[in-house]
């Protein structure tokens, strides 16, 4: 995935440092230093799409319909965020800026961004959930462009060979039984992504939320049910010790041999699915007492960075505006294999593609990460949470003992 298998800036800043990267201005970033003849700077999270790409077109398009043109450039995830917070320093932000979710809070925390309010952006057809990671104390700082999320890939052909119908997984338990009967056919269960970064958090939250899991509070009984849960399918054979190791890529790549019956991973992948070579579905991943567990959103917020210069807001607004209107949103949403963040541009998409109606009921249930007031703080949460789980599926700790040293070290972080 694009961007979730990084390093959140947030968790550089926990750590006091930034890294060597930022202390390289970039060429892009005259922002608000820059000349005021017309030109207005983008940065995104992006760096596979060059100027020939739909998504840059987009971006020039809506510069021009401003009447301005656009300095676009894209980079790593945390590159970006490390540079937006050097930019801010020097007063050289870039005009406007997409940012992954869960940094937003991090650059609110250091005065970078404005209020969509204050820009006059209206976020009032975003769905809440979506809007929730950029909004800090009831305020949204930037209008988010779309949603990717996770469910379970399932290849038909494993599944009928043991005899296991998908429908019929409705909670942990049927799940379970599911990989019991499969591994007992002589297949492959499940793989997923439990490695010592990001990503392992991100995957491990549908089965933590889906058990009524609060992050405030990880080694309570219900992250000792997902925790365990996770540890009785290794230990049975059911997923495999590689998923220590596996980043959500590596993990696709395990399931797109056509040998396991399940895989962990999202939206980003639909595209690899359809050339996979076998028949897949896809279902919700269940929570632990069923139907469909809270999912984390992945995707980006388009943001203006605060500027000395304020009268280029105006544009820097028109912009942002010209991305997110609903005209745009469908193309660039099926561009980036983004679920909409409005339910009507969804309902679009599932009409354009009825293999996405299992994506939109998953970003209706997700969640952000940093949302519910945890901010900042969610990157130092979500570090011990991965290091608890690594530390249980190597067989270092159980899953109690784990999250209670999860617990006590982020705790003693504030």
């Known amino acids: 995935m694009r961007h979730l298998h990084r390093t959140l800036i947030a968790a550089v800043l926990a750590t006091g440092t930034l890294t060597s990267a930022a202390a390289c201005s970039s060429s892009s970033g005259s922002g608000s230093g820059g000349s005021t003849s017309g030109t207005y700077t983008f940065w995104d999270p992006y760096p596979q799409f060059d100027d020939s790409s739909d998504w840059a077109k987009r971006v020039t398009s809506c510069g021009a319909q401003a009447g301005v043109s656009v300095k676009r450039t894209g980079m790593d995830t945390t590159d970006l965020g490390n540079k937006a917070l050097l930019a801010a320093q020097q007063g050289s932000a870039p005009d406007v800026m997409l940012v992954d979710n869960p940094v937003v809070s991090t650059l609110v925390q250091a005065g970078i961004l404005n209020k969509a309010s204050d820009l006059g952006l209206d976020t009032s057809a975003i769905q809440p959930n979506i809007t929730g990671a950029g909004t800090l104390n009831g305020a949204a700082y930037g209008v988010p462009i779309g949603a990717n999320t996770l469910a379970l890939y399932y290849n038909k052909n494993v599944l009928k060979a043991a005899g296991v119908e ?121 929570g632990e007492h069923g139907g469909p567990a809270p999912v984390p959103t992945g995707g980006e917020f388009v943001t203006v960075p605060v500027q000395k210069r304020t009268g280029r807001y105006a544009v820097s607004t028109k912009i942002v505006n010209c991305l997110v209107s609903p005209a745009n949103l469908l193309a660039t949403d099926t561009t980036l294999s983004y679920i909409a963040p409005t339910a009507a541009v969804q309902k679009q998409q599932v009409r354009q593609d009825a293999a996405l109606k299992p994506w939109v009921s998953a970003v209706a249930a997700a969640r952000g990460r940093t949302s519910n007031g945890l901010g900042t703080r969610y990157p130092v949460i979500s570090q011990r949470l991965w290091a608890a789980v690594q530390s249980t599926l190597s067989g270092g700790k159980p899953a109690q003992g784990a999250l209670d040293a999860a617990q006590q070290a982020a705790a003693s972080h504030r």
């Open 166 to 286: 998908a429908a019929s997984i409705k909670d942990w338990a049927t799940l379970t039984s599911a990989l019991q009967r499969i591994k007992a056919a002589g297949k492959k269960g499940i793989t997923f992504s439990a490695i010592g970064t990001e990503e392992g958090s991100f995957q491990f939250l549908p089965w933590f939320w889906g058990a009524g899991g609060d992050l405030t509070k990880v080694n309570a009984p219900a992250g000792v049910a997902a925790l365990s849960l996770w540890k009785s399918w290794v230990d049975q054979g059911l997923a495999p010790k590689d998923v220590l190791q596996n980043t959500q890529t590596t993990s696709w790549q395990e399931f797109a041999t056509g040998k396991y019956a399940f895989g962990e991973n999202g939206t980003w992948q639909l595209a690899n699915a359809a050339k996979a070579g076998f028949p897949y579905g896809v279902i919700n991943i269940p």
